[in-house]
Protein backbone atom coordinates (compact mmCIF):
# COMPACT_ATOMS: atom_id res chain seq x y z
CA UNK A 1 0.00 0.00 0.00
CA UNK A 2 2.75 2.09 -0.18
CA UNK A 3 2.45 6.23 -1.71
CA UNK A 4 6.14 6.27 -2.47
CA UNK A 5 6.60 8.79 -4.96
CA UNK A 6 3.54 10.37 -4.67
CA UNK A 7 2.95 14.39 -3.62
CA UNK A 8 -0.33 14.49 -1.05
CA UNK A 9 -2.09 18.18 -0.44
CA UNK A 10 -4.60 17.82 2.69
CA UNK A 11 -6.32 21.04 3.73
CA UNK A 12 -7.29 21.67 7.03
CA UNK A 13 -3.97 20.27 8.17
CA UNK A 14 -4.13 21.69 11.70
CA UNK A 15 -7.42 20.10 12.49
CA UNK A 16 -7.73 16.60 14.47
CA UNK A 17 -9.17 15.16 11.12
CA UNK A 18 -6.49 16.74 8.59
CA UNK A 19 -3.67 15.76 10.98
CA UNK A 20 -4.73 12.42 11.18
CA UNK A 21 -4.90 11.87 7.42
CA UNK A 22 -1.82 13.54 7.07
CA UNK A 23 0.08 11.01 9.69
CA UNK A 24 -1.35 8.20 7.64
CA UNK A 25 -0.27 9.09 4.19
CA UNK A 26 3.00 9.76 5.58
CA UNK A 27 3.48 6.64 7.24
CA UNK A 28 3.08 5.30 3.35
CA UNK A 29 6.02 7.30 2.68
CA UNK A 30 4.21 10.10 0.52
CA UNK A 31 5.12 13.41 0.19
CA UNK A 32 2.51 15.62 1.98
CA UNK A 33 1.27 19.19 1.96
CA UNK A 34 -0.12 20.57 4.80
CA UNK A 35 -2.64 23.35 3.83
CA UNK A 36 -4.58 25.52 6.65
CA UNK A 37 -5.09 29.00 7.67
CA UNK A 38 -3.22 28.52 10.77
CA UNK A 39 0.42 29.52 9.85
CA UNK A 40 1.74 29.12 13.10
CA UNK A 41 0.30 25.54 13.78
CA UNK A 42 1.38 24.36 10.59
CA UNK A 43 4.98 25.61 11.13
CA UNK A 44 4.62 23.40 14.58
CA UNK A 45 3.55 20.38 13.03
CA UNK A 46 6.01 20.57 9.68
CA UNK A 47 9.15 20.59 12.13
CA UNK A 48 7.08 17.51 14.27
CA UNK A 49 5.82 15.01 11.73
CA UNK A 50 8.01 12.55 10.42
CA UNK A 51 8.45 12.69 6.90
CA UNK A 52 8.56 14.51 4.04
CA UNK A 53 6.26 17.54 4.40
CA UNK A 54 5.70 21.47 3.79
CA UNK A 55 3.33 23.69 5.08
CA UNK A 56 1.25 26.66 2.98
CA UNK A 57 -0.97 28.57 4.87
CA UNK A 58 -3.54 29.21 2.46
CA UNK A 59 -7.37 29.77 2.78
CA UNK A 60 -9.33 27.24 0.73
CA UNK A 61 -12.62 29.68 0.82
CA UNK A 62 -10.68 31.56 -1.94
CA UNK A 63 -9.67 30.30 -5.01
CA UNK A 64 -7.24 32.77 -6.03
CA UNK A 65 -5.43 31.22 -2.62
CA UNK A 66 -5.91 27.80 -3.96
CA UNK A 67 -4.32 28.50 -7.28
CA UNK A 68 -1.74 30.18 -5.36
CA UNK A 69 -0.98 27.57 -3.03
CA UNK A 70 -0.81 24.57 -5.51
CA UNK A 71 1.72 26.94 -7.92
CA UNK A 72 3.88 27.00 -4.89
CA UNK A 73 3.46 23.14 -3.95
CA UNK A 74 3.78 21.79 -6.87
CA UNK A 75 6.89 23.95 -8.08
CA UNK A 76 8.27 22.30 -4.53
CA UNK A 77 7.03 18.46 -5.22
CA UNK A 78 6.04 18.32 -8.32
CA UNK A 79 2.12 17.30 -9.52
CA UNK A 80 -0.27 16.34 -6.96
CA UNK A 81 -1.34 12.85 -7.08
CA UNK A 82 -3.57 12.97 -3.62
CA UNK A 83 -6.01 15.19 -2.81
CA UNK A 84 -7.58 15.53 1.04
CA UNK A 85 -10.22 17.96 1.07
CA UNK A 86 -10.66 18.07 5.01
CA UNK A 87 -11.02 21.59 5.51
CA UNK A 88 -14.43 22.03 7.51
CA UNK A 89 -16.17 24.11 9.60
CA UNK A 90 -18.89 22.91 12.00
CA UNK A 91 -22.25 24.64 13.03
CA UNK A 92 -24.83 23.16 15.93
CA UNK A 93 -26.81 26.67 15.15
CA UNK A 94 -30.41 25.48 14.50
CA UNK A 95 -32.18 27.77 11.76
CA UNK A 96 -33.71 29.95 14.01
CA UNK A 97 -30.54 31.23 14.94
CA UNK A 98 -28.17 30.85 12.38
CA UNK A 99 -27.09 33.79 10.75
CA UNK A 100 -26.48 34.34 6.45
CA UNK A 101 -23.10 35.36 7.50
CA UNK A 102 -22.64 31.61 8.85
CA UNK A 103 -24.61 29.93 6.47
CA UNK A 104 -22.36 31.13 3.76
CA UNK A 105 -18.93 31.27 5.71
CA UNK A 106 -20.02 27.01 6.24
CA UNK A 107 -20.83 26.47 2.62
CA UNK A 108 -17.57 28.54 1.41
CA UNK A 109 -15.33 25.79 3.38
CA UNK A 110 -17.08 22.85 3.74
CA UNK A 111 -18.32 23.03 0.13
CA UNK A 112 -16.62 25.88 -2.56
CA UNK A 113 -13.19 25.00 -1.22
CA UNK A 114 -13.35 21.29 -1.39
CA UNK A 115 -14.29 22.40 -4.92
CA UNK A 116 -11.82 24.55 -5.77
CA UNK A 117 -9.20 22.18 -4.56
CA UNK A 118 -10.38 19.65 -6.61
CA UNK A 119 -11.25 21.70 -9.55
CA UNK A 120 -7.42 22.86 -9.60
CA UNK A 121 -5.83 19.42 -9.11
CA UNK A 122 -8.11 17.04 -11.95
CA UNK A 123 -6.73 18.55 -15.15
CA UNK A 124 -2.82 17.26 -13.98
CA UNK A 125 -4.65 13.92 -12.83
CA UNK A 126 -6.52 13.38 -15.74
CA UNK A 127 -3.42 13.97 -17.65
CA UNK A 128 -1.12 11.77 -15.70
CA UNK A 129 -4.30 9.21 -15.71
CA UNK A 130 -3.76 8.86 -11.95
CA UNK A 131 -5.07 10.24 -9.07
CA UNK A 132 -7.20 10.10 -6.07
CA UNK A 133 -9.22 12.71 -4.10
CA UNK A 134 -10.32 12.23 -0.99
CA UNK A 135 -13.43 14.32 0.45
CA UNK A 136 -14.02 14.59 3.76
CA UNK A 137 -17.92 14.12 4.63
CA UNK A 138 -20.18 13.43 7.85
CA UNK A 139 -22.59 11.18 9.14
CA UNK A 140 -24.36 14.04 9.52
CA UNK A 141 -25.02 14.05 5.64
CA UNK A 142 -27.08 10.98 6.20
CA UNK A 143 -29.13 11.21 9.43
CA UNK A 144 -29.85 14.41 11.41
CA UNK A 145 -27.85 14.33 14.44
CA UNK A 146 -28.59 16.28 17.28
CA UNK A 147 -25.23 17.71 17.65
CA UNK A 148 -25.21 19.12 13.83
CA UNK A 149 -27.17 21.96 12.68
CA UNK A 150 -28.83 22.26 9.78
CA UNK A 151 -25.77 24.39 7.89
CA UNK A 152 -23.27 21.84 8.38
CA UNK A 153 -25.10 18.89 7.87
CA UNK A 154 -26.89 20.27 4.54
CA UNK A 155 -23.16 21.46 3.28
CA UNK A 156 -21.41 17.32 3.93
CA UNK A 157 -24.25 16.82 1.97
CA UNK A 158 -23.77 18.57 -1.01
CA UNK A 159 -19.94 17.82 -0.08
CA UNK A 160 -21.39 14.03 -1.22
CA UNK A 161 -23.08 14.86 -4.14
CA UNK A 162 -20.09 16.65 -5.64
CA UNK A 163 -17.97 13.23 -4.34
CA UNK A 164 -20.37 11.75 -6.88
CA UNK A 165 -20.30 14.07 -9.62
CA UNK A 166 -16.45 14.26 -9.86
CA UNK A 167 -16.17 10.30 -9.08
CA UNK A 168 -18.15 9.72 -12.51
CA UNK A 169 -16.21 12.79 -14.05
CA UNK A 170 -12.56 11.35 -13.16
CA UNK A 171 -13.16 7.55 -13.83
CA UNK A 172 -12.74 7.79 -17.36
CA UNK A 173 -9.22 9.11 -17.05
CA UNK A 174 -8.22 6.83 -13.91
CA UNK A 175 -8.86 9.26 -11.16
CA UNK A 176 -11.15 8.49 -8.11
CA UNK A 177 -13.26 10.26 -5.61
CA UNK A 178 -14.20 9.18 -2.98
CA UNK A 179 -15.39 10.23 0.82
CA UNK A 180 -15.05 9.15 3.94
CA UNK A 181 -17.95 10.02 6.68
CA UNK A 182 -17.06 9.69 10.27
CA UNK A 183 -18.58 10.22 13.44
CA UNK A 184 -17.21 11.15 16.95
CA UNK A 185 -13.39 11.50 16.49
CA UNK A 186 -11.85 11.73 19.45
CA UNK A 187 -10.73 15.45 19.48
CA UNK A 188 -10.04 17.97 21.92
CA UNK A 189 -13.63 18.93 21.69
CA UNK A 190 -15.26 15.71 22.84
CA UNK A 191 -12.64 16.05 25.17
CA UNK A 192 -13.56 19.69 26.67
CA UNK A 193 -17.25 18.38 27.31
CA UNK A 194 -18.58 17.40 30.13
CA UNK A 195 -19.18 13.34 31.21
CA UNK A 196 -22.82 13.56 30.67
CA UNK A 197 -22.32 15.03 27.43
CA UNK A 198 -19.86 12.52 26.41
CA UNK A 199 -22.11 9.62 28.11
CA UNK A 200 -25.09 11.02 25.62
CA UNK A 201 -23.32 10.93 22.71
CA UNK A 202 -21.38 7.38 23.24
CA UNK A 203 -24.68 6.13 23.47
CA UNK A 204 -25.80 6.41 20.06
CA UNK A 205 -22.65 4.31 19.24
CA UNK A 206 -23.42 0.23 18.72
CA UNK A 207 -19.20 0.11 19.16
CA UNK A 208 -19.65 1.97 22.85
CA UNK A 209 -16.57 4.22 21.96
CA UNK A 210 -15.23 7.37 19.86
CA UNK A 211 -13.25 6.69 16.58
CA UNK A 212 -9.54 7.05 17.12
CA UNK A 213 -7.75 9.87 14.72
CA UNK A 214 -5.84 6.85 13.35
CA UNK A 215 -8.44 4.73 12.24
CA UNK A 216 -10.00 7.94 10.64
CA UNK A 217 -6.72 8.42 9.14
CA UNK A 218 -6.06 4.88 7.77
CA UNK A 219 -9.68 4.90 6.03
CA UNK A 220 -8.30 8.05 4.11
CA UNK A 221 -4.75 6.47 3.16
CA UNK A 222 -6.69 3.14 2.09
CA UNK A 223 -8.85 5.37 -0.49
CA UNK A 224 -6.21 6.88 -1.72
CA UNK A 225 -3.84 3.77 -2.46
CA UNK A 226 -3.36 1.75 -5.26
CA UNK A 227 -5.35 -1.20 -3.09
CA UNK A 228 -8.51 1.02 -3.56
CA UNK A 229 -7.85 1.56 -7.41
CA UNK A 230 -11.57 -0.03 -8.58
CA UNK A 231 -13.19 2.16 -5.88
CA UNK A 232 -14.51 5.69 -6.70
CA UNK A 233 -18.20 7.37 -6.05
CA UNK A 234 -18.00 5.17 -2.21
CA UNK A 235 -18.61 7.23 0.86
CA UNK A 236 -17.10 5.39 3.28
CA UNK A 237 -18.79 5.56 7.03
CA UNK A 238 -16.65 5.45 9.90
CA UNK A 239 -19.44 5.63 12.65
CA UNK A 240 -18.71 2.55 14.96
CA UNK A 241 -22.33 1.89 13.65
CA UNK A 242 -23.95 4.83 14.43
CA UNK A 243 -25.69 4.68 10.55
CA UNK A 244 -25.49 1.86 8.85
CA UNK A 245 -27.04 1.82 4.80
Known amino acids: MSLEGKTAVVTGAAGTLGLAAARALLEQHAHVALVDQDAMRLDSLSRFLRGTVMAVASDVSDPGAVRDALARIEATAGPVDILVNAASVASAERSDTLTELEWRRIFAVNVEGAFSWSRAVLPGMKRRRWGRIVNVGSVAAKAALAEAGPAFSVSKAALQALTFALAREGAPHGVTVNAVAPAFVKSRELEE ?8 LLAQVPLGRFCEPDEFGHAVAFLASPLA ?8 DVNGGLHMD
Open 193 to 200: MHDAQRRQ
Open 229 to 236: GFITGEVL
